[in-house]
Nanobody
Framework: QVQLVESGGGLVQAGGSLRLSCAAS????????MGWFRQAPGKEREFVATISWSGGNTYYTDSVKGRFTISRDNAKNTVYLQMNSLKPEDTAVYYC???????????????????WGQGTQVTVSS
């Protein structure tokens, strides 16, 4: 069983930056691919970014490419999402997710991830 706890959300002005963290419990974190998703009010949850177990492969949704960076520190059982040049449309609850199958296939699909955090609110004011 893996437990995920997000932190780092908050209120920021457009153009600002935030770094989200996701701390994972469990012995096998370094084997898991990790992802970030977000859900804006009135919208479905959507994929944001993912990173392979080694950190060697990353993928992003088009709307955040060049602005967001996903990274991980396996020694600390933590994955990060550095968010720069934030826009009001980035306002959402951000969720961390983990998959234990060692794969990167269907990385943008929620069903590929077995474990989820409780989410952290990010609000970007204009």
């Amino acid at each position: 069983q893996v437990q995920l706890v997000e932190s780092g959300g908050g209120l920021v002005q457009a153009g600002g930056s935030l770094r989200l963290s996701c701390a994972a419990s469990g012995r096998f974190f370094s084997n898991y691919a990790m992802g970030w998703f977000r859900q804006a009010p009135g919208k479905e949850r959507e994929f944001v970014a993912t990173i392979s177990w080694s950190g060697g492969n990353t993928y992003y949704t088009d709307s955040v490419k060049g602005r967001f960076t996903i990274s991980r520190d396996n020694a600390k059982n933590t994955v990060y999402l550095q968010m720069n040049s934030l826009k009001p449309e980035d306002t959402a609850v951000y969720y961390c997710a983990a998959r234990s199958d060692g794969k990167m296939t269907w990385y943008s699909s929620e069903t590929s991830y077995a474990y989820w955090g409780q989410g952290t609110q990010v609000t970007v004011s204009s």
